[in-house]
């Protein structure tokens, strides 16, 4: 029997799962990144946004791992996925899993992520698919108030004292290197923006880049040049930074299995 | 056997677990209640993806209905339409400010397109409506910071009375 997939055809159930799997697996991952921050920030005010932004993106990882999950078969739950996968199973973007650094760098990373994440969520509340819709729905609403908070502090830092400057721009260009793999075309996404359930990364990249550069030099700083560097953290390929972060989040779960409390 | 009403009724005493003054309906987390033969069937929606007040809603959902006797209780969570505080009633704005968080302002919210490059825009601009002061009614105030106690706040300061206070978000 053959197949054929026209524009109006619902997606592929597996292809949703392995979209929602690489967006969940990129929330989930930087919150844990944020999580870092707590009691550590420079003020308690930031210690208190970083981690509502880390809740946030945690409430997104929950809904788009329980959709991937519920799509596979046989179904596997948001706990399987979060803590019963090993570092190749894993799916985020290399730019989620880089070492927070300072907060120069912390609030770089943040901002080129949420700042891609707003046309994301609003381009992907469009789909075909109505889980994938209803997820984004909620989660563009949080990432205008994340890329707010990260823009206030980015112009804060580049365009405050030439300490501040230096870190801000030192770590824009460390993060920097692996913008270009949340635009990297792959198949399952290609398959999908061909059955209108998720926006086309070629189409958010001039946005992004539009709106980067205009807070770039608000904030005096300079864009970086464009480095090609390896990627494949869709394909479960992943950076040194990754496994010791892995090991933190999963220990507890895999050392009282089932616990809850 | 319970009626919709008396279900309506019960669900008046489940209030939010961080912001004890309203009740879920108040708030616009209940969506629907509807009886289907036996059981009455519950549709709530979050608030904010990780609103962690969720489980205990639920769960005082159940206790509440089972109360006032119904014989099973289903409650279902749904992500669409996304909750806005634009589904917050007059009423619940009043408790909010006497309670001494500032309401939201209304704006935007629902399910309009605004595009980055006017997310970005309009953050300092600050082109909407002047928060008032809870405690002493005086428009001059300020933001201290975009996120506040909860998910669902922002802290401010009045400077008139040099008091802080919470702003419930637009959302
Ligand atoms: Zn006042």
Known sequence: MTRQTSRNEAPAGADVATYALGLGDDVLVLAQRLSEWTARAPQLEDDVALLNIALDLVGQARNLLSLAGGRENPGRTEDDLAFWRDETEFRNAQIMELDGGDFGRTIARQFLVSAWHVPLWDGLRAS?????????GKAVKEARYHVGYARHWLVRLGDGTPESRRRAQAGLEDVWPYVGELFEPDPVTERLVTAGAAPDPAVIEPVWREAVEAVLAEATLAVPPTVRRPTGGRRGVHTSAFGPLLAQMQHLHRSHPGASW | MITRAG???????VTDPELP????????????????????VVTITPTYSGCPAMAEIRSDVVAALTRAGAAAVTVDTALAPAWT??????QARDKLRAYGISPPTAGPSGPVDIPLSAVLGSLGARGRAAVGCPQC?????????????????????CRSCREPFDLFKDH
């Open chain 1, 128 to 136: 075909t698919d109505p889980d994938l819709a209803a997820i984004a």
């Open chain 2, 7 to 13: 279900a309506l009724h019960a669900l008046e005493s």
């Open chain 2, 21 to 40: 003054v309203l009740t879920i309906a108040d708030l616009g987390i209940l969506r629907d209640v509807r009886i289907d033969g036996d059981a009455v």
């Open chain 2, 85 to 90: 505080t634009d589904w917050m009633s007059q």
């Open chain 2, 137 to 157: 009614g005086s428009p001059d105030t300020e933001e201290l910071s975009r996120f506040g106690s909860t998910s669902c706040k922002s802290l401010w300061r």
